[in-house]
């Protein structure tokens, strides 16, 4: 019989595993693995394989027959190096027990520790100890988190004994309590116990340990790892590994002590190790914000005016010790880690170690700084940085001369400012998004159940917590601005209100949060525009030069144009010209344009609109001097343009001179049932040619201005929106070719112009080889594109689509992240076909889907010329068709 190997060991410097093996082992174990095997400092342990996760799924939650006698000798190895034995009673060997996925995952269980006390074993590790107080403190916390975490006793049941307790002993801190009073406490954790489960707390170690690795394996599908996947793309398919582990105490005295550290600041990148420890502490200690840990260094100490001693001056060995284990692993990694450490009795032990999370700024400094320092080169500092994660960067940041109401200061745990109304529930904030209100999550903590919260809020601010608190952590990883840690609000949940010096806020009121300095600020303050400079303009340049793709811009409006050149965009995509009708100046004459009875009447009015179409044009062909220029005519039904209400239809009937009966007829008339399929795009040209005629003639004059006022000459390309058939294309090119022609024989010049036309209908893609013997161009709208394959009307998908995505019908939203599978296929088609007909057909993709790092990556597969995408995701775009034509799948952390 063959048996497969589902446990793996480490420690005392080697291992079974290594870093390589991440997707079997998880991160966690795959780097305990690493650490081992470079010999540094490692508590001896196992890790039970992913594989195992997935056989027990795919076997009913049964594990196979073959692991326990592998978990058994592999913790007799364990027992053996550390010189215990589990469940002995004299000498007791303790482990920890930790889940650990391929990527990081909060969501899941975590962590227990000190598994394998039980009442006659914590007599043993007493007496090893010399130490009775930490062992009984030791076996409260167990049963705590065991019963928490295993067994599912809420975790208040504790506190409220342990308040109670100490209330009763009149004891204010939990150091205060010595052996016997924890001892009391463990009498009352344990009938507490039996009490929610109506069975006692497991004696049997083996029992605690087994019952351990099925909440690992058994939190990989709960629902909030669920959700945390869904929202993060991680499929359920890769199960998470277990790990086991000898303990090692940081709570055995003062020479103890435990700590998270970062090898550089993870909030602006920095050189400078940044992280907090406490002394007589076990690693949970650190994360629940209990108790105020102390600052690592020195200086950090200083900067924090904090008077309690640092690890630097505390423990200088240890310190020593550290900081060379993190430059040692900076240099194996190449990356900044992550790190947890415990020190047992003034002996250095490595936990963990990952690459950090970091925000989008110190993800650009770090991977410039190491390019620099030359641990990493170039195109790797390109895959470094998620290009989704710039988004951070380039939203405003709050204007420094505004004024500012400042009604408290904490941490400044994640960096960027949103304003927002306050919400006090996760729940609230989520309902308050899909109402597309701003929102600013206001918590006393976060935990895992606030994600859904924290992602539907702008800002996120937490009265408790530092730095590594959840909140901290997790804000920086969604790239939302959090305050952590203000102490000086008071926060009433019930009255949906919090206080701070005498300010009463509600919920609903408006307040601003700035992440970078920590300040919460009373009311909206005003924010500037975001700048492209330092490292951002570093890795910007590097990756230009690695990058095949153009990037272009989806823009109307001159600021767009300007915003999207300082962003590096090299042309315009996609202009869509009706935007310009909606003008305050001209939505009149378009009106009377649509009111009108015929050709003839319609003239009029376009002779009004045509020198405002042309200056239009004329602004972005200046702005984009040289730079490609994509004018899409127009596209909507012309029913969007008209009144809807019968107090409208009376406003516009004064502003137009038109009667408004005629108007509501008018409207009636051109009423649709299904606009989206309805009289739209080219339809709309081949029905009123004299709209079409018009912009073409704006478009010419437009660029024939520019190129005196420029010197430069103007590159046109005119874009025929919806064409199912080349004959829509080719009627319409017909009388774009005539206008040129009159406006060359008027001007005396030659102009230079091409014609082409939007992809965004099936048929368009079947047919691309027939079309584009007409077309000079195409341009992949997805957006109707993805609406007209699915047969999903994008302005009705929301209602139904997050169902889908929680019900695991589709993974991820088709109009943000293209489907390359289905819409993608007829992209392919087309580009192919296309390609037959025209070899060099110019090729881009003006949907929402080009500012989307996936859907840029599969027009780099597909070799489009361009993407054109939003001025705010050009600076994205540019990374990611970067990543894309390196080809390599990003090391990046999930
Ligand atoms: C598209 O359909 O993808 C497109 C870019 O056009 P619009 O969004 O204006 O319909
Ligand atoms: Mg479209």
Redo the contacts with the bound molecule.
């Keep these: 019989m063959t048996t497969t190997k589902w446990v793996y060991s480490f420690g005392d410097g080697k291992a079974e595993g290594a870093a390589s093996m991440r997707n079997l082992l998880g991160g966690k174990g795959a780097n305990l693995a690493e650490m081992s095997n470079l010999g540094l400092p490692v508590p001896p342990g196992f890790t039970i394989t992913t594989e195992l996760c997935t056989a027990f799924y795919d076997n009913d939650r049964q594990y196979p027959d073959d692991l326990s006698p592998q978990v058994d000798a592999a913790l007799a190895h364990v027992g053996k190096t550390v010189g215990a034995t589990f469940g002995d009673k004299q000498n007791p060997l303790l482990v920890s027990v930790r889940s650990g996925a391929r990527a990081s995952m909060p969501g899941m269980m975590d962590t227990v520790l000190n598994l394998g006390l039980n009442d006659e074993t914590v007599l043993g590790l007493a007496a090893r100890a010399g130490d009775e107080r930490f062992a009984f403190d030791s076996y409260r916390r167990f049963i705590q988190m065991y019963s928490n975490v295993v067994l599912g006793v809420d975790h208040h049941n504790f506190e409220e004994i342990l308040e109670y307790y100490k209330d009763e002993h009149e004891l204010t801190l939990d150091t205060h309590l010595k052996a016997d009073d924890w001892r009391d406490v463990i009498a009352r954790y344990k009938k507490r116990v039996t009490e929610e489960l109506g069975r006692p707390f497991p004696q049997d170690v083996n029992e605690q340990l087994w019952g351990a690795i099925g909440a690992v394996f058994g939190s990989w599908r709960n629902a909030r790892a669920e959700t945390y996947r869904r929202l993060h793309n991680i499929p359920e398919s890769w199960g998470t590994a277990v790990n086991v582990q000898a303990m090692v105490f940081g709570n055995m005295g003062e020479t103890s002590a435990t700590g998270v550290a970062f090898t550089r600041n993870p909030s602006t990148g920095e050189h400078a190790i940044y992280g907090e420890f406490l002394v007589n502490a076990q690693g949970e200690d650190v994360v629940a914000g209990i108790r105020t840990p102390q600052s690592l260094t020195k200086k950090a100490r200083l900067e924090a005016k904090d008077n309690k001693a640092s690890m630097e001056e505390a423990m200088p060995e240890v310190f020593d010790e550290l900081i060379a284990v993190f430059a040692r692993l900076e240099k194996h990694y190449r990356d900044m880690q992550d790190v947890e450490f415990t020190v047992q009795d003034a002996k250095l032990w490595m936990l963990q170690t990952r690459a950090g999370k970091r925000t989008a700024k110190a993800a650009l400094k770090i991977a410039v700084d190491m390019a620099h320092e030359g641990l990493i080169d170039e195109k790797l500092a390109i895959l470094r940085v998620d290009p989704a994660s710039l988004d951070q960067l380039l939203h405003p940041t709050l204007d420094p001369d505004a004024a500012r109401d400042v009604i408290a200061t904490g941490l400044p745990a994640s960096p960027g400012a949103a304003s927002g109304e306050v919400v006090f529930s996760s729940d609230e904030a989520a309902a308050a998004k899909s109402e597309g209100r701003s929102v600013v999550l206001v918590r006393i903590e976060t935990s895992p159940e606030d994600i859904h919260g924290m992602h539907s809020a702008v800002a996120i601010l937490t009265t408790r917590g530092g730095m590594t608190s959840h909140a901290a952590v997790v804000a920086r990883g969604m790239g939302r601005p959090c305050v952590s840690g203000v102490g000086s609000i008071r926060i009433d949940y019930k009255a949906e209100q919090f206080t701070v010096m005498g300010v009463t806020v509600k919920k609903g009121d408006i307040i601003t949060i700035d992440g970078s300095t920590g300040q919460v600020i009373k009311g909206e303050v005003p924010m500037l525009q975001p700048e492209l400079s330092g490292d951002f303009a570093t890795l910007m340049g590097w990756a230009d030069s690695h990058r095949r793709m153009k990037i272009r811009t989806?823009a109307e409006t001159p600021f767009d144009a300007a915003t999207a050149r300082k962003f590096g965009a090299e042309g315009i995509g996609?202009c869509?010209t009706?935007h310009m009708f909606f003008d305050d100046s001209r939505i009149v004459a378009v009106r009377q344009m649509i009111l009108a009875d015929d050709a003839k009447g319609r003239r009029a009015p376009l002779e009004k609109i045509l020198p405002m179409q042309r200056d239009d044009f004329r602004q972005l062909f200046v702005i984009m001097k040289g730079l490609p220029v994509t004018i899409?005519l127009l596209?909507?039904p012309l029913h969007e343009f008209l009144p809807k209400t019968p107090e409208e239809i009376e406003q516009v009937s004064v502003s137009t001179g038109i009667a408004a009966d005629k108007l509501a007829r008018r409207v009636q008339d051109l009423h649709e049932f299904n606009p989206m399929l309805g009289h739209r795009g080219c339809r709309l040209g081949i029905t009123y040619p004299e709209i079409y005629e018009m912009q073409a003639r704006a478009i010419f004059e437009a660029s024939i201005e520019a190129a005196k006022e420029t010197g430069e000459p103007v590159i046109t390309e005119i874009m025929i929106?919806?064409v199912a058939m080349k004959a829509e294309l080719d009627l319409l090119k017909g009388k774009i070719i005539a206008v040129a022609a009159a406006v060359e024989k008027e001007k005396g010049t030659k102009l230079v112009y091409q014609i082409g036309t939007?992809i965004?209908l099936p048929r368009a893609a079947l047919m691309a080889r027939q079309i584009a013997e007409s077309a000079e161009f195409f341009?992949?709208?997805?957006?109707?594109?993805?609406?007209t394959t699915y047969g999903i009307s994008?302005d009705d998908s929301a209602s139904f689509l997050n169902d889908y995505m929680a019900k695991k019908v589709i993974s991820q939203d088709p109009f943000v992240s293209l489907d390359t599978e289905g819409v993608g296929e007829l992209v392919r088609i087309a580009a192919e076909r296309g390609r037959q007909t025209r070899p060099d057909i110019k090729l881009g993709?003006?949907?929402?889907?080009g500012g989307d790092p996936a859907s840029i990556a599969f027009c780099e597969e597909l070799g489009l010329s361009y993407v054109s995408c939003s001025p705010y995701r050009v600076p994205i775009a540019r990374l990611a068709a970067a990543q894309s034509a390196l080809s390599v799948t990003t090391e990046r952390d999930v």
């Design positions: 989806n996609l869509r009706e899409r596209d909507p929106p919806l939007m965004e341009s992949f709208g997805t957006n109707d594109l993805t609406q994008r993709i003006c949907g929402e889907h």
